[in-house]
């Protein structure tokens, strides 16, 4: 048993009582389709805790951490990081937050070894993931957006449109078959991503509740 199955270890039978009735979800979708924006209101809304793999590498970078400089510069890039480093940063958090309510998983699991890690990570608490909501926007809005974001926030994987378009070829090739993988679990729900931001987490709060 790993230590995050050690901290939740309130059995009744061999299910761990506290993780049975938890909501994970996962919001999915290409770079800029508004994951971030959406989990900050739906953190709130299901009082969730939100895991930002994007925001938690920021935060090494920041840091100048060995981490954060090996992430910055394929983050520069518009590549992705290291599978086994996610991973780690993951199973760090949902140990350490055995009591949370549940978890929205934003920019995670970005490849397959990374979404079977994520299971595994949930079967050891008797837990899984209810819903993976995939924001479906098209390519050309995905770049205005980041770019328009690149003008204010200093991300440089943000300021170049070449970048831009890599992040999202990445995306297309790494990331996108996941919708396949949490289909196969009857667990994929599409979520059209253009219009307001309050309309966009009026259609996630309706597929969540439904
Ligand atoms: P992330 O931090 O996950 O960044 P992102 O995909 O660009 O952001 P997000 O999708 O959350 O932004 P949002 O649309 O909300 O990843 C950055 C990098 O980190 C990756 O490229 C990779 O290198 C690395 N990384 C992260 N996770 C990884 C993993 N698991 N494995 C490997 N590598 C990993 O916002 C975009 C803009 O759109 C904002 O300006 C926002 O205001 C705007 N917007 C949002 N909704 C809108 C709407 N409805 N209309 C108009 N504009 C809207």
């Known amino acids: 048993m790993t230590a995050w199955a050690e901290t939740c270890q309130v059995f009744t039978g061999s299910q761990p009582l506290e993780m049975k009735n938890k909501m994970h979800l996962v919001l999915f979708g290409p770079p800029g389709a508004g994951k971030g924006t959406q989990s900050q209101f739906l953190t709130e809304k299901y009082g969730l805790k939100h895991l930002s793999t994007g925001d938690l590498l920021r935060a090494e970078i920041k840091a100048k951490t060995p981490l954060g400089l090996q992430a910055q510069e394929l983050m520069s890039a518009g590549e992705l990081v290291p599978d086994e480093v996610v991973v780690g940063m993951i199973r760090n958090l949902l140990e350490n937050n055995p009591d949370a309510k549940g978890f ?79 289909h196969a679990q009857g667990k994929l729900r599409k979520i059209h991503g253009l219009g307001s931001i309050v309309d966009i987490t009026s259609r996630l709060t309706d597929a969540i509740d439904g």
């Not at 890690?117 to 209810?130: P, R, V």
Request: avoid cysteine.
């Open 104 to 182: 929205i998983f934003d920019g995670f699991p970005r490849t397959r070894a990374q979404a079977e890690a994520l299971d595994e990570a949930m079967k050891e608490t008797g837990s899984e993931i209810k819903l993976m909501l995939a924001l479906d926007v098209p390519e050309e809005e995905l770049v205005t957006r980041l770019l328009g974001r690149g003008e204010t926030s200093g991300r440089p994987d943000d300021m170049s449109e070449e970048v831009v378009r890599k992040r999202i070829r990445e995306y297309e090739k790494k990331t996108a078959p996941l919708k396949d993988f949490y």
